[in-house]
């Protein structure tokens, strides 16, 4: 009998579990891994999903394995038997925090053929964290692999009933998940394509690549982006791509956090806090896109973790995760990318994109100090919109930016270029100026989008 999360995480998992079996005497492991597994996760109360309005971004919860036993066997399950070498052979795992580095641990020492130091580690961790869904069921499979093979008689309608669990297949989803995201790492020195400069005033910045459901937290120094975290995340029931209020989908693009709302505010529903992002940014809204609370948040405390796809559009992380980034993130400052797959790329290549825009920043600023009023409108599209109480219109604008400049030379400093790329060319530009004498200037963030080969600018904020 071979463990059904761990033969899908571990190669050699079925050979290791044949090895132990044959030593083991447990013969009331097969009921102890059923209670254990059906022990893991709860869900939350109609109550609270009630109360979530909808398009809010609000989770589902995962719903409780029914099946009756743990285990199913290799061959009904459709798998083959690997041979020994290739759990020596399978690629090295990055180390992960808290209970994923615990889980994992588990997975590695089992695919090794130490089941009772696996199922040892895996009853610590399931004690630690009750609540966490996969780890009990792993805890259930290593209880169950423990029966000797003459007692494990084949179930064949219990498997079949397994393998269309929605439940199993939820759990089995996760486990590969996190193993792919921690097997199949960035490679090194490289970045997310859409963080191509950031400023140090940004201390920190996060990906989300919802193909491997992991969320990326990088460091940020005048050495530039240092990947230091990643975690295990949750993206909406339909996927990604969001376009309309209430498709339970993630939208995709360049954010920013807005605020931080106090736990003791929310449900408990949303856990240890929540981060809103500001979607719709202003390329969503040029598009037509509608939704709106769209939030980084938690989990309930009766449960640690989502299936992959599980909210109403929301990236939900496990309340320990979400705890630590909490603690990291600047209301404003903070980017977040959310991809349905993030391409990498070198620091050189983040360096070549860069000096391509910064031309055009640099294009746009001479052209507003000239005070030539022609020049400076090429830049903006007709629709340009700046950001205020009352929409200002392009015209508005030039007249107010001509004023301002006075033929003054300014400094531009402190600036971050994320670039988004789907149907459009688009770039997020955020910056501060200071005109020559002075102290204090203005900060700006502007949407440009690529026409033609050129920039032009359809809205702007004025931050500060």
């Given amino acids: 009998m071979a463990a059904s999360a761990l033969l899908l995480a571990t190669p050699g998992a079925a050979h290791a579990a044949n090895n132990s079996n044959s030593s083991s005497k447990s013969a009331n492991a097969k009921t102890s891994g059923t209670k254990a597994a059906k022990a893991g996760g709860s869900r939350a109360s109609a109550k609270e999903a009630r109360g979530v309005k909808a398009g809010s971004g609000a989770s589902k919860t995962q719903p409780q394995a029914k099946g009756k036993r743990s285990a199913v066997a290799a061959d009904n399950a459709g798998a083959t038997r690997p041979a020994r070498k290739t759990a020596r052979t399978a690629a090295p795992l990055q180390e992960a925090s808290g209970a994923e580095a615990r889980l994992i641990g588990v997975y590695e020492l089992f695919g090794r053929g130490k089941t009772r130091e696996a199922l ?86 996060i990906a989300v690549d919802a193909s491997r459901s992991r969320l990326y937290l990088f460091e940020n120094s005048d050495k530039g982006l240092k990947l230091v975290a990643d975690y295990y995340i949750s993206v909406g029931k339909s996927g990604t791509d969001k376009a309309v209020e209430g498709d339970a989908r993630t939208p995709l693009g360049v954010y920013y956090i807005t605020s931080s709302l106090d736990p003791r505010s929310l449900k408990d529903f949303y856990g240890a806090g929540a981060l809103p992002i500001n979607y719709p940014n202003p390329y969503d809204v040029r598009r037509g896109k509608t939704g709106s609370g769209i939030w980084l948040h938690g989990t309930p405390p009766q449960q640690f973790a989502r299936a992959p796809l599980a909210s109403d559009g929301c990236v939900v992380m496990a309340n320990p995760d979400l705890k630590q980034l909490l603690r990291k993130v600047q209301i404003g400052a903070t980017p977040v990318v959310t991809a349905r797959s993030l391409q990498w790329i070198s620091q050189p290549q983040a360096e070549k994109e860069t000096k391509k825009f910064a031309d055009s920043i640099t294009a746009w600023k001479d052209a507003r100090a000239s005070g030539n009023e022609a020049q400076l409108k090429k830049f903006y599209l007709p629709d340009f919109q700046r950001a205020s109480r009352k929409p200002v219109d392009a015209d508005a604008v030039l007249r107010d930016e001509l004023t301002y400049a006075q033929g003054k030379r300014v400094q531009i400093k402190d600036t971050s270029y994320l670039h988004w790329r789907d149907t459009e060319d688009t770039m997020v530009a955020t910056f501060g100026e200071v005109f020559e004498g002075e102290k204090n200037g203005r900060t700006r963030r502007q949407y440009w989008l690529r026409q033609g080969g050129e920039w032009k600018l359809f809205h702007e904020e004025i931050l500060g």
């Fill in 120 to 205: 040892a580690k895996a009853q610590t961790l399931v004690r630690d964290h009750p609540n966490f869904q996969l780890a009990q069921l792993v805890y259930g499979d290593l209880l169950a692999a423990q029966v000797p093979p003459s007692n494990a008689m084949p179930d064949t309608a219990g498997i079949a009933r397994l393998r269309g669990n929605p439940a199993m297949v939820e759990l089995h989803e996760e486990s590969r998940r996190r193993l792919q995201a921690l097997r199949e790492r960035p490679p090194a020195g490289t970045v997310p394509s859409q963080f191509l400069t950031l400023s140090t005033r940004s201390r920190f910045a």
